[in-house]
């Protein structure tokens, strides 16, 4: 698709086939999150926590029944708020690579929310120490065809000076 169809074709999505997502497009999906522009790399990088695996998902809440979900764990920046910029960064990325795949997504906060206070989820998803999961990405076959559902019009206040 060219960047302008994605970008119109792209919307969140809350129901899901109950369909794998093949690997060679999941790990497109996942490779597109580090084509994204990071804040202060050069301390540290987002780790990416790809979970498929069933009984784990099983552990995760309000990823509607997603069959992956890609979370987006930071470390600690010096500069307020560098750490939640960088997690967007990466999961819009994989959001508009996943929709150029055909494939239905889903950018989340709330299942991360949840997973900083589950130490045993952190644990069994192997968060590296110190990271803290800030984002995530829900992905998956939609119910919805993925096609081109949005205009190219203002929605957000713009001042221009
Ligand atoms: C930072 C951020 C956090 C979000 N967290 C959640 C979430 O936890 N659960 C959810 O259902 N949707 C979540 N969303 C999706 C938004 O509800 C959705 O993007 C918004 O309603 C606009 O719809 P659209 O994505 O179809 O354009 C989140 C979106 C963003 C950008």
Known sequence: MELEKVLLSRKSCRK??????????LEKVVLAGSLAPLGLPRV???????????????????????????????PQYPGPGIDHQNAACVVEMMSLMATDLGLGNIYLYGVTAALQQDKLMLTKLAIPEGFKPLAALAVGYSEEEIAVCKEL???LPVNRV
């Open 153 to 155: 019009v203002h929605k």
């Open 16 to 25: 899901f086939l109950d369909k794998a997502v093949e690997a060679d497009k």
């Open 44 to 74: 540290g990088v987002p780790a990416l926590t790809v979970v498929t695996d069933k009984d784990a998902l099983a552990g995760l809440k309000g990823i509607y029944d997603a069959p992956a979900v890609i979370i987006v764990s930071c």
